[in-house]
Each structure stands twice: as structure tokens, then as C-alpha cells.
């Protein structure tokens, strides 16, 4: 049984930092391409960063940049986001996602909330 579960929301006063995690599992984590999607109250869902399955190529959305850090982990079958500075605006559910063509996986997501 395939399952991505999403650990590491909350709140946090704006400028205060975050470290998500997503726990893969019933599938080959080290073959996938993971990214990290959010989705705030009535817009879509936008891909916030992705990374490649081994981990080397890394690459953000523009409003992102410079603030968070995807990173993987294949032993722990693991995936990160390290978010900093954070702002109001990076209010939102957050998603990790899996593709290896054609399989496509998503969490449930962890809610993260940033106070001015």
C-alpha cells in the first residue's frame, strides 16, 4: 500500500522558520521524482520545488527562493522542506508529491499557518 504522510506543520509568526517532512512508503522512494506542492485557501495548488531521486538537482518556485530547501533522504525514504523567513503569504496546505511515469502519488498535507 502506497503512502506519503506529511509531518512538520504549524504555526508560526512571520519570519520564523519550518521543517516539513514526508515519509514514503510501499513503493521505491529512491526512483522518484518528489516535489512539494501548496495550496491556500480558494487557489489551486502550486508546485513549490522538486527534486530528482538523487537528490542533486534541486529547483524552486521564484517565490521561494532563497528562503526554503527541498532535500531527500533514500535510506529514511524521506523528503524535506526546510522553509525560513517565513511570510503570511506562505500560508497554506502543504503536499509532498511522487512520479515516476506513470505513477503518480500525493499526501494528504500538513497545514502551515504564518501570523504578521
Known amino acids: 500500500q502506497v503512502q506519503l504522510t506529511e509531518s512538520g506543520g504549524g504555526l508560526v509568526q512571520a519570519g520564523g522558520s519550518l521543517r516539513l517532512a514526508c515519509l514514503g512508503s510501499g513503493f521505491d522512494f529512491s526512483r522518484f521524482l518528489m516535489s512539494w506542492y501548496r495550496q491556500a485557501p480558494g487557489k489551486e495548488r502550486e508546485m513549490v520545488a522538486v527534486?530528482?531521486?538523487?537528490?542533486?538537482?534541486?529547483n524552486y518556485a521564484d517565490f521561494v527562493k532563497g528562503r526554503f530547501t527541498i532535500s531527500r533522504d533514500n535510506a529514511k525514504n524521506t523528503l524535506y522542506l526546510e522553509m525560513n523567513s517565513l511570510k503570511p503569504e506562505d500560508t497554506g496546505t502543504y503536499y509532498c508529491?511522487?512520479?515516476?511515469?506513470?505513477?503518480?502519488?500525493w499526501g494528504q498535507g500538513t497545514q502551515v499557518t504564518v501570523s504578521p
Open positions: 508529491k511522487a512520479i515516476f511515469t506513470p505513477n503518480v502519488y
Open positions: 527534486i530528482s531521486a538523487g537528490g542533486d538537482y534541486p
